[in-house]
């Protein structure tokens, strides 16, 4: 248990470091912070560099890989950055609402800004995102066809996610929300599997139909609340007419669970999923399912609370159908990959629950639900693809013992399960642990048939497990080799962060209590868990 | 009218003596000789005369706008210099500009009248700018003459070609219709309220209480001959023949700068003239745009020439546009009904311009602007493949490209306006429009298709791919300051 114990020093020592001395404060609102732009427009200009740069032999394509690095490594260094300092500060110059805020007029005819901030819901996302882009960088080293178009596009596509997590202009949300459509489709179609082209049209077509939804929410929103701004907190004050306000929180909750996905909007997930290549999946799975969670945290409990309560047993329903159907459908699959997509489903259905739940415990859970599964999901497909890459098939019954001759790899996928079936000491099993007690209160049948998502997770995974690295070893497989110091290097550092969240898990939940505080408003900051 | 009024000429006058020098030099320099290298300095000097002439026009453009605080009077009040008329000029000129530059390579192989092709393009573009400064019936219909005898000579340039010709032939016919359903409106006018100039038409109409049924036709002939220009339904038909056959650069500048120039003539007599008729032809435009956008949008999913798909584009795009005129009638949002206007057309225009500037690299290299044989593209010119891609995704209208702005300012506008409906109608419309540009971008980047050799993109062709492409993106930041402008030219427009 030294890792363990690792993660328990590090997780003591954080709290333990000097606060700063108080730069933000009150100072913060007048000096101008560049932080988030920082973070949010430096692969904007990587992507122009990469576009620019020479890409015809292998060294100019090295340099394509190494500029991609730094412009997906430094906005990670700077969203860790933003979280130590918040952390730090965390009671002391920090007490809730948002951080590291910019704010200038963009269209002043229409009241649109260019508002971007960050709190403790969408910290956790804007840290989780910057590393998952830096690891599918790491994850794409080996890529050989149209190097340059491809790091262009992960670039672009890095600039709308983060966008999204950090947009407090509904206006400003729904540009950074449409950013990721093309780029996400031209990854599937181009750098695709077998039947990428239907993968990527039907990926496009649910994508688009969320974003017309989207677009005409916001645009009666707009006009019927009348403040002439896109400003979220101000539309989140606007008084609405009831049917209204019911009429706009559907059509919100509806795009973001095509975008969660939540049965039955979920199918186009498992095709995409499937075809896409494997760092392309990993932030499909890891980052833009979180935009669905996000939008309805953000959006329909931070701006529709009534309604979210009033139709609480509706979501109920949207997530516990998920999580069953997603679970059984996982138990069921052959193809690895699809099995890791249906779990996706399931788990995001732990999302909605939470949400339908409406407590402080549970919002807590599905946020922190949203960052580990992002990082777990993230790494089941870097390990799934590590598998496909050695040996090219998915089919989890052509495989079996594998762990005789890939021993390293097998241990991170018996990690990596472990965290994805929720054991504790893993981050998974921090969210789930809120989500449920957060709900059992509020949804006692709910709660308890979600409970069966747990143990269905734990039978598919385990299943899977045994069948592809335990048992005999096949002919064909005799001749594997574990992957290189890169590969293992980043599964280590993934799997150390689920770890160290399980472990101590107040590193984030403290962070995302005060977000959850400012969603319920008045509400108090609820007792911390798992300390 | 005295000599120093002549300044508020100039940009016309430079362009205007830039198109003869280009004439007569290119004749002079020709002479008669066959040889290849005379006829590359024929071609090198008519293109650099031209680009330097346009340059020159948006010198004396930029100079003129320090000059329009003061009444400017020239021709008794016939020839306005306002923001407004600035403003749709310079778009004119940048237009003309990147069609210059377009028609570089083209225009080898129209030798020997490399020279009257661009002096054509210049002359059409003085003819649209004075279109732009009319106040007076007669001088309107001169320049939007100028403006289409010029268009139809472009149009049928390509004498070889059956298309071409063809093209020319339909486009003569149907513009003399409409020309002469323009006429008679003009004609009705001028006999109800016995003046040409627009503001005593208007305050005429004013006066006489605006019921009169002849005032009516009258609107409603003047609104549909102008409709031949910008594409509205009924006088569409021409816009898939002629962007088909014409001479792509021909065609690009004419779903540019001829609509531009046709915006700016409709606008000015619709905020003049008619502006006492509002209700009527604000119904009357609500109903078009609405049948408009949806005649072009459905006949574009079924076409398979790139260059017909952008032609029924261009009529579901004038749909759109002539939304923001729609709540150009509202006295309350009249000046945000213009400059949703006025920013739609210069950005529909640098779309439709990067799009035309990629097809005649494709058909330079296929021969060819069929959808099926654009299969694998990507894998010949990821450049031309991504310059095509990205303006067929800005005319569906996805952010964060430039279209998305456009097109979402328009229904901003319409909405508050209180024309709900023809936004819902906009949006379904735009949604299917996502169909067709979209296959075009899927067959692009598909697998099939053999790798031939790769494109050839000339200086002036990439220059003018560039000047479209990279005026797409940072327009996004700077929206802000176009819409400001566009306000500003729209409170000039209207008189108090």
């Known amino acids: ?531 | 009218m005295t000599v120093d009024s002549l300044v508020y000429f100039l940009p016309e006058l430079v362009l205007l003596g830039a198109a003869l020098v280009v004439i007569i030099g290119g004749l002079v320099l020709e002479g008669g000789h066959e040889d290849r290298h005379s006829s590359d300095i024929t071609r090198l000097f008519s293109a650099g005369v031209a680009l330097v002439g346009c340059l020159g026009a948006l010198g004396a453009l930029y100079y003129l706008v320090g000059r329009t605080g003061t009444p400017v009077d020239p021709l008794a009040g016939a020839f306005v210099v306002d923001r407004y008329a600035i403003y749709v000029k310079a778009i004119l000129v940048v237009f003309a500009i990147v069609t210059v530059l377009m028609s570089y390579r083209y225009s080898e192989r129209l030798k020997p009248h490399q020279s009257e092709f661009l002096g054509l393009v210049l002359i059409a573009t003085v003819g649209g700018m004075f279109m732009a400064s009319a106040r007076e019936m007669i001088e309107a219909y001169v320049a939007l003459e100028t403006l289409s005898i010029s268009l139809y000579v472009l149009v049928a340039f390509n004498k070889a070609d059956r298309l071409s010709s063809e093209a020319g032939f339909k486009y003569l016919v149907v513009g003399a219709a409409s020309s002469a359903v323009l006429l008679y409106g003009l004609a009705i006018l001028y006999g109800l309220t016995g003046r040409t100039d627009l503001v005593a038409v208007a305050q005429a109409v004013a006066a006489g209480g605006a019921n009169s049924p002849a005032l009516a036709l009258a609107t409603i002939l003047v609104v549909g001959g102008l409709s031949f220009k910008i594409g509205l339904v009924p006088f569409h038909q021409w816009i898939p023949d002629v962007y088909q056959g014409a001479p792509t650069p021909v065609t690009a500048f004419v779903s540019t700068a001829s609509k531009a120039a046709g915006y700016g003539l409709l606008i000015r007599i619709l905020g003049t003239a008619l502006l006492p008729m509002s209700h009527q032809w604000q119904i009357y435009l609500a109903v078009a745009a609405a049948v408009t956008m949806t005649v072009g949008n459905i006949t574009a999913l079924s076409q398979t020439s790139v260059k017909r798909l952008l032609g029924y584009s261009s009529i579901a795009h004038a749909g759109y546009i002539v939304m923001g005129l729609v709540a150009m009638a509202n006295p309350s949002t009249a000046n945000l009904g213009l400059a949703v206007v006025l920013f739609y057309i210069l950005v529909y225009g640098l779309n439709n311009l990067a799009a035309f500037g990629a097809v005649q690299a494709v058909e330079d290299t296929l021969g060819s602007d069929e959808i099926s044989a654009l299969a694998g593209f990507s894998k010949r010119s990821g450049t031309v493949a991504m310059v095509l891609a990205l303006s067929m995704l800005s005319l569906t209208g996805i952010p964060p490209l430039v279209g998305f702005f456009a097109k979402v300012f328009v229904f901003l506008a319409a909405v508050q306006a209180g024309y709900s409906w023809l936004v819902l109608v906009a949006v379904i419309n735009s949604a299917v429009s996502a169909v067709y540009y979209l296959k075009v971008v899927r067959s692009m980047y598909s697998d099939e298709g053999a790798v031939g050799r790769p494109v050839r993109v000339g200086p002036a062709l990439g220059t003018a791919l560039g000047i479209g492409v990279v005026s797409l993106l940072p327009l996004v930041i700077v929206a802000n300051a176009f819409v400001d402008r566009a306000q500003k030219a729209a409170e000039t427009l209207f008189l108090k």
């Open chain 1, 1 to 531: 248990m030294t890792l363990l114990s690792l993660a328990a020093q590090v997780a003591a020592a954080i709290p333990t470091l000097p606060a700063s001395p108080a730069p933000s404060g009150t100072g913060s609102a007048s000096s101008p912070q560049i932080l988030l732009s920082i973070i949010v427009w430096l692969p904007l200009l990587g992507a122009l560099l990469v576009l620019f740069l020479p890409g015809r032999t292998e060294a100019d394509q090295g340099r394509i890989k190494n500029a991609a690095l730094v412009f997906t490594g430094i906005p990670m260094a700077a969203a860790l950055f933003a979280t130590i300092s918040t952390f730090t500060e965390l009671g002391i110059a920090y007490s809730g609402g948002f951080k590291f805020e910019e704010n200038y007029t963009w269209i002043g005819a229409f009241g649109a800004h260019y508002h971007i901030g960050v709190d403790g819901i969408s910290l956790p996302l804007v840290l989780l995102s910057t590393i998952l882009f830096f690891v599918a960088v790491l994850a794409s080293l080996n890529l050989k066809v149209r190097v340059k178009e491809y790091f262009f596009l992960i670039l672009v596509l890095d600039i709308g996610v983060t966008g999204v997590f950090t947009a407090m202009d509904l206006f400003l949300f729904f540009v950074f929300w449409e950013i990721e459509l093309i780029p996400m489709f031209l990854l599937i179609l181009i750098w695709g599997g077998k039947r990428r082209v239907y993968a990527a049209w039907k990926f496009l077509l649910f994508t688009i139909a969320a974003s017309a939804i989207l677009l005409l929410a916001i645009l009666i929103l707009y006009f019927k609340a009348g403040t002439g701004s896109f400003d979220m907190q101000a539309l989140g004050q606007a008084k609405l007419a009831p049917e209204l306000a019911a009429t706009l929180f559907w059509l919100f909750f509806l795009c973001f669970i095509i975008k969660l996905p939540a049965f039955p909007l979920h199918t186009w997930l498992p095709d995409a999923h499937v075809e896409a290549p494997t760092a392309v999946s990993v932030l499909l799975a890891g980052i833009l399912l979180k935009m669905g969670g996000y939008g309805i945290i953000r959006i329909c409990v931070g701006m529709f609370q009534a309604q979210t309560k009033q139709f609480s047993i509706a979501i109920l329903v949207f997530a516990v159908v998920g999580i069953i159907w997603g679970s059984v459908a996982a138990l069921v699959q052959d193809d690895m990959k699809r099995l890791v997509a249906y779990s996706s489903v399931a788990h995001m259905g732990f999302v909605l629950l939470g949400v339908s739940a409406l407590t402080a415990v549970a919002l807590n859970g599905a946020v922190l639900q949203l960052f580990a599964h992002g990082l777990i999901t993230g790494a089941l497909f870097l390990l799934v693809g590590l598998v496909y890459d050695r040996t090219h098939t998915r089919s989890i019954r052509e495989m079996g013992g594998l762990a005789q001759r890939m021993p390293y790899l097998a241990a991170a996928w018996v990690i990596a399960a472990f965290a994805s079936a929720g054991l504790p000491g893993f981050a998974g099993f921090i969210a789930e642990f809120e989500i449920f007690i957060g709900s059992f209160g509020v949804h006692k049948i709910g709660t308890f048939l979600a409970v069966f998502g747990v143990v269905l997770s734990a039978a598919y995974l385990l299943w899977m497990l045994e069948r592809v690295f335990f048992g005999s070893l096949k002919e064909a497989w005799a001749k594997l080799k574990d992957p290189g110091p890169v590969e293992l290097g980043y599964m280590v550092g993934m799997l150390g962060v689920i770890l160290l969240v399980g472990v101590a898990p107040k590193l984030l939940t403290q962070l995302i209590n005060y977000g959850v505080a400012g969603l319920t408003a008045g509400g108090s900051v609820p007792a911390n868990l798992g300390q």
